[in-house]
T-cell receptor
Framework: EADIYQTPRYLVIGTGKKITLECSQT?????MYWYQQDPGMELHLIHY???????EKGDLSSESTVSRIRTEHFPLTLESARPSHTSQYLC??????????????FGPGTRLTVL | GQQLNQSPQSMFIQEGEDVSMNCTSS?????WLWYKQEPGEGPVLLIA?????ELTSNGRLTAQFGITRKDSFLNISASIPSDVGIYFC?????????????FGQGTTLQVKP
C-alpha cells in the first residue's frame, strides 16, 4: 500500500479565505502531482513537480500555487478561495520503475467546499 | 490534443456476472494503466500494461493492451459487491518519461447482490 497522505480530508470554508492543502509521501518518490476532480468525473492535472524546487502547471488552468521544498512534501495553496474552487483535490506521486514514471500512487484526496 | 474515451459510461450488473469495459485513444500509447476509485477515496492502480498485445491479470481482473496501441480492455470475472466503483483508464501525456498521465472519463460499475 502506498504511503501518501493528504490533510484535511474535508474542508468547508468561506469565500476569500486562504487555504493550504497538505500532501506528504514517505516513499522518497521524486515526482509528485496535483489533480482536480469533480464528483464522478475524470481527473485533470493542475500541477506537477519533477523534484525539489521544480514545479510546473498542468493542463487545467488553476488559480492555485504549489511548492516543493522537500522531496516528501507538496502543498497546494489557494490565496483567495471562491465557490468555483469547490472540488476534490487529489495528490499523487511516482518513481522510476525501470520502465516508466507512469505508475502513480494517489492519496485519499481533500474534498473542498467554498461557500 | 490527446483524448481517452471509455465505454460504457456506467454499468449496473448482477453479482456473479462478468464485466467488460474498454478505453480508446486518439493517439498511440506505449503504456496503459487501469485504476479503480471507490467513493471518497483516491484512485488505486489495478494493472499496468507496457507492450502491445500484452494480457495481464490481477486476481479476477484481466487487462489487455490492444495491438493497435490505441485501445485497452479491462475484464472483471464473477463480479462481487466490492467491485463497485469507478474504473479509469490512463495513459502517458506526451513523453512517457515525464510521468504525467491523462485519464478517461471513467466507467461507473454498480453490482446488485
Amino acid at each position: 500500500e502506498a504511503d501518501i497522505y493528504q490533510t484535511p480530508r474535508y474542508l468547508v470554508i468561506g469565500t476569500g479565505k486562504k487555504i493550504t492543502l497538505e500532501c506528504s509521501q514517505t516513499m522518497g518518490h521524486d515526482k509528485m502531482y496535483w489533480y482536480q476532480q469533480d464528483p464522478g468525473m475524470e481527473l485533470h492535472l493542475i500541477h506537477y513537480s519533477y523534484g525539489v524546487n521544480s514545479t510546473e502547471k498542468g493542463d487545467l488552468s488553476s488559480e492555485s500555487t504549489v511548492s516543493r521544498i522537500r522531496t516528501e512534501h507538496f502543498p497546494l495553496t489557494l490565496e483567495s478561495a471562491r465557490p468555483s474552487h469547490t472540488s476534490q483535490y487529489l495528490c499523487a506521486s511516482s518513481v522510476w520503475t525501470g520502465l516508466t514514471y507512469n505508475e502513480q500512487f494517489f492519496g485519499p484526496g481533500t474534498r473542498l467546499t467554498v461557500l | 490534443g490527446q483524448q481517452l474515451n471509455q465505454s460504457p459510461q456506467s454499468m449496473f450488473i448482477q453479482e456473479g456476472e462478468d464485466v467488460s469495459m474498454n478505453c480508446t485513444s486518439s493517439s498511440i500509447f506505449n503504456t496503459w494503466l487501469w485504476y479503480k476509485q471507490e467513493p471518497g477515496e483516491g484512485p488505486v492502480l489495478l494493472i499496468a500494461l507496457y507492450k502491445a498485445g500484452e494480457l495481464t491479470s490481477n486476481g479476477r481482473l484481466t487487462a489487455q493492451f490492444g495491438i493497435t496501441r490505441k485501445d485497452s480492455f479491462l475484464n472483471i470475472s464473477a463480479s462481487i459487491p466490492s467491485d463497485v466503483g469507478i474504473y479509469f483508464c490512463a495513459g502517458p501525456h506526451g513523453s512517457s518519461n515525464t510521468g504525467k498521465l491523462i485519464f478517461g472519463q471513467g466507467t461507473t460499475l454498480q453490482v446488485k447482490p
